[in-house]
């Protein structure tokens, strides 16, 4: 990614080598300024990027505490903040992305440029918002909220550590656990995952074998690892967002909180951008069609099969007990990832989940709906007061000669199919 646009240095001393590194990287402009006119820097340059140049905490807590206001309510796209730490201290902000200050700055430019392409992402989708909307489209807006709130963690390990993780992490961020590498490679494929901490209890050739599966996927290259072990100096540079963080669940939880952020975020641009693409036909926050969309497409799949006839069948997946909208939405993109390229679900309001299985009769359906089933009861989220799985019920109906969207509704939720208004 192109490190061209205004870029800020902040240091209380020269950072005459850090400097000269972004420029020889194709930073440029590059301004420097200290802590206590880092705030007006800001809003006279406009920057891409900041940098943090020094490790420690600001010399002017006010200065620092303007400088994250800023960077917060930003008018336009996301502006990374870079911080260089020492391996024993947080972040001179708690918004910024930490990289340690004793590898090679080349690392740090990688994490750079990383978070630059993060609000390329973000530029280019506000402004296809804004063309979308101006020519008459369906709105489409980003979720708001924070996309932490959205973000699953992946907690990895066998020893005395993973517990004191799985509760620091747990309180902050939803969270899956795994007992051994090859169950941490089952969940990176079968969901979204944001952001990899692995404890104690695997051995040195697990850890880089688990290191190397992530560096040879393009899919999880930029996730970010934390490891409480050394990393080999070659898989680092190939895995920018990969850190040793000495073996405190308070430091791990500070130094990855930025970083899975910004991974999460990254995931809901690409949901907006898939849902702009279809003319505002998906869901940004499921990844699934939007209740409209899902009503308007499975009536004209009812026609269709009414005239030429056709297998159809629709699925009903509701839950035991009431979940939260996070534990909703978590379910709703696990299903997203099984649903076959011919079929297409949404999440109701009620946190129910519909889904219709076209070209698919009923028997074949059942196998279908039990798949899906099964690995939403045993990947699913659940609310930590639950002790039990998230068990799917599922409710299966096939059409039938003679049916209408009404009929063949009734026979899966129990009353007249209401479309969204």
Same mark, same amino acid.
């Given at each position: 990614?192109?490190?061209?646009?205004?870029?800020?240095?902040?240091?209380?001393?020269?950072?005459?080598?850090?400097?000269?590194?972004?420029?020889?990287?194709?930073?440029?402009?590059?301004?420097?300024?200290?802590?206590?006119?880092?705030?007006?820097?800001?809003?006279?340059?406009? %920057?891409?990027?900041?940098? $943090?140049?020094?490790?420690?905490?600001?010399?002017?807590?006010?200065?620092?505490?303007?400088?994250?206001?800023?960077?917060?309510?930003?008018?336009? %796209?996301?502006?990374?903040?870079?911080?260089?730490?020492?391996? +024993?201290?947080?972040?001179?902000?708690?918004?910024?992305?930490?990289?340690?200050?004793?590898?090679?700055?080349?690392?740090?430019?990688?994490?750079?440029?990383?978070?630059?392409?993060?609000?390329?992402?973000? =530029?280019?989708?506000?402004?296809?918002?804004?063309?979308?909307?101006? $020519?008459?489209?369906?709105?489409?807006?980003?979720?708001?909220?924070?996309?932490?709130?959205?973000?699953?963690?992946?907690?990895?390990?066998?020893?005395?550590?993973?517990?004191?993780?799985?509760?620091?992490?747990?309180?902050?961020?939803?969270?899956?656990?795994?007992?051994?590498?090859?169950?941490?490679?089952?969940?990176?494929?079968?969901?979204?995952?944001?952001?990899?901490?692995?404890?104690?209890?695997?051995?040195?050739?697990?850890?880089?074998?688990?290191?190397?599966?992530?560096?040879?996927?393009?899919?999880?290259?930029?996730?970010?690892?934390?490891? =409480?072990?050394?990393?080999?100096?070659?898989?680092?540079?190939?895995?920018?967002?990969?850190?040793?963080?000495?073996?405190? %669940?308070?430091?791990?939880?500070?130094?990855?909180?930025?970083?899975?952020?910004?991974?999460?975020?990254?995931?809901?641009?690409?949901?907006?951008?898939?849902?702009?693409?279809a003319e505002g036909m998906y869901d940004p926050d499921t990844?699934? $069609?939007?209740?409209?969309?899902?009503?308007? +497409?499975?009536?004209?799949?009812?026609?269709?099969?009414?005239?030429r006839g056709g297998a159809l069948c629709v699925a009903k997946f509701s839950f035991d007990a009431?979940?939260?909208?996070?534990?909703?939405?978590?379910?709703?993109?696990?299903?997203?990832?099984?649903?076959?390229?011919?079929?297409?679900?949404?999440?109701?309001? +009620?946190?129910?989940?519909?889904?219709?299985?076209?070209?698919?009769?009923?028997?074949?359906?059942?196998?279908?709906?039990?798949?899906?089933?099964?690995? $939403?009861?045993?990947?699913?989220?659940?609310?930590?007061?639950?002790?039990?799985?998230?068990?799917?019920?599922?409710?299966?109906?096939?059409?039938?000669?003679?049916?209408?969207?009404?009929?063949?509704?009734?026979?899966?939720?129990?009353?007249?199919?209401?479309?969204?208004?």
């Amino acid at each position: 990614m192109s490190l061209q646009g205004p870029m800020i240095v902040v240091a209380e001393q020269p950072a005459t080598d850090l400097v000269e590194a972004l420029r020889a990287a194709g930073a440029f402009p590059i301004v420097e300024t200290k802590w206590a006119d880092a705030p007006t820097a800001f809003v006279a340059v406009k %920057p891409v990027a900041i940098v $943090l140049a020094e490790p420690g905490p600001p010399p002017s807590e006010a200065a620092g505490r303007m400088l994250c206001l800023q960077v917060a309510t930003v008018n336009g %796209p996301m502006v990374p903040v870079i911080a260089r730490v020492e391996r +024993d201290m947080g972040a001179a902000v708690p918004i910024a992305l930490a990289t340690d200050a004793n590898l090679p700055v080349e690392r740090m430019i990688a994490r750079l440029r990383g978070a630059l392409r993060v609000r390329a992402l973000h =530029a280019t989708v506000l402004r296809r918002i804004d063309s979308f909307a101006s $020519l008459g489209g369906r709105i489409v807006r980003l979720p708001v909220g924070d996309a932490l709130e959205d973000a699953t963690v992946l907690i990895a390990g066998r020893g005395r550590l993973y517990p004191a993780l799985s509760v620091a992490i747990g309180e902050r961020i939803g969270i899956v656990g795994a007992l051994s590498v090859g169950t941490a490679a089952k969940h990176l494929d079968s969901r979204d995952i944001d952001g990899i901490v692995i404890g104690d209890g695997f051995s040195a050739p697990m850890v880089e074998a688990f290191l190397t599966l992530l560096g040879q996927d393009p899919r999880f290259r930029d996730i970010p690892v934390a490891i =409480a072990a050394d990393v080999p100096k070659e898989l680092g540079e190939r895995l920018p967002n990969v850190d040793h963080i000495d073996a405190d %669940p308070t430091r791990i939880v500070e130094r990855m909180i930025p970083l899975v952020r910004l991974h999460a975020f990254e995931a809901r641009l690409k949901r907006v951008l898939k849902s702009l693409d279809a003319e505002g036909m998906y869901d940004p926050d499921t990844g699934l $069609l939007t209740r409209d969309a899902f009503w308007h +497409d499975l009536g004209k799949v009812v026609e269709d099969a009414a005239e030429r006839g056709g297998a159809l069948c629709v699925a009903k997946f509701s839950f035991d007990a009431p979940f939260d909208r996070r534990v909703s939405v978590d379910g709703a993109r696990l299903l997203s990832r099984l649903t076959r390229n011919i079929d297409f679900a949404c999440l109701d309001d +009620d946190g129910t989940i519909l889904a219709a299985f076209t070209q698919t009769d009923l028997r074949n359906a059942h196998v279908v709906a039990r798949r899906i089933a099964s690995v $939403l009861k045993h990947t699913m989220l659940a609310p930590h007061r639950e002790l039990a799985k998230a068990t799917a019920n599922v409710t299966l109906a096939s059409f039938k000669a003679g049916d209408t969207l009404d009929t063949l509704m009734l026979r899966v939720l129990g009353s007249r199919a209401v479309a969204a208004e």
